[in-house]
Nanobody, 129 residues
Framework: AVQMLESGGGSVQDGGSLRLSCSTS????????MGWYRQAPGKACELVSR???????WYSESVKGRFTISQDHAENTIGLQMSSLKSEDTAVYYC???????????????????????WGRGTQVTVSS
């Protein structure tokens, strides 16, 4: 069975840093398109960053220069280093993967659209000013 488990969420003050990690199993990690989505209260689910199966990295404009995505093929994990956090970064963050398609840019509600076909349970990130 596919498992994707996020860790590292929490509460920080404006300008602080957090690192999210997602451990995965049950699918071909090396062949998957992987990334992080987030959903803030009252807002749509948006793709924050992705690593393509060819290693291409993409960031949304709202996090570019502040967030860094990483991938460990030996441990089958992906990470998201978040720096210079702002209150508008407050959201539930989900790691996601798809072993057939490129990750979509988002949808109305996380975990309710495809691709991706695999989702984590989500981890809360709260940034207070």
């Amino acid at each position: 069975a596919v498992q994707m488990l996020e860790s590292g969420g929490g509460s920080v003050q404006d300008g602080g840093s957090l690192r999210l990690s997602c451990s995965t199993s049950g699918f071909s990690f090396d062949a998957a398109d992987m990334g992080w989505y987030r959903q803030a209260p009252g807002k749509a689910c948006e793709l924050v960053s992705r690593i393509g199966r060819d290693g291409t990295i993409w960031y949304s404009e709202s996090v570019k220069g502040r967030f860094t995505i990483s991938q460990d093929h030996a441990e089958n994990t992906i990470g998201l280093q978040m720096s210079s956090l702002k209150s508008e970064d407050t959201a539930v963050y989900y790691c996601a993967a798809d072993d057939q398609n490129q990750l979509g840019l988002g949808g109305l509600k996380c975990k309710r659209f495809f691709p991706p076909n695999y989702w984590g349970r989500g981890t809360q990130v709260t940034v207070s000013s």
